[in-house]
């Protein structure tokens, strides 16, 4: 039979293990955010002007304004439009 105590202590067993599965969502969402990958073989190619494996340009175009960037930037750093 289940105690008053048994039934706290499993609810709060949910609630960590919620936390975590949020907290890794988050740092996934974080490390995949201002990545630049190489438009041609998809190597990441983060603030580099031309792709380290197969040499293509890296660029962003700003849906903006147009202006493109090699940078990574999240927002184009000239109208500040966010970046693809
Ligand atoms: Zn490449
Ligand atoms: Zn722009």
């Avoid at 907290?23 to 630049?36: I, S, T, W």
């Avoid at 660029?59 to 000239?78: H, I, S, Y």
Wanted: hydrophobic share 30%; aromatic share 2%; proline share 5%.
């Amino acid at each position: 039979m289940k105690t008053a105590n048994d039934t706290a202590r499993l609810a709060n067993t949910v609630l960590t293990v919620d936390k975590k599965a949020r907290d890794a969502k988050a740092a996934r969402a974080k490390d995949a955010a201002g990545k630049v990958k190489c438009p041609k073989c998809g190597k990441d190619a983060t603030g580099a002007a031309f792709c380290p494996k197969c040499g293509a340009k890296i660029e962003k175009t700003c849906p903006g304004c147009g202006k493109t960037d090699a940078t990574g930037a999240a927002f184009c750093p000239k109208c500040g439009t966010k970046m693809d």
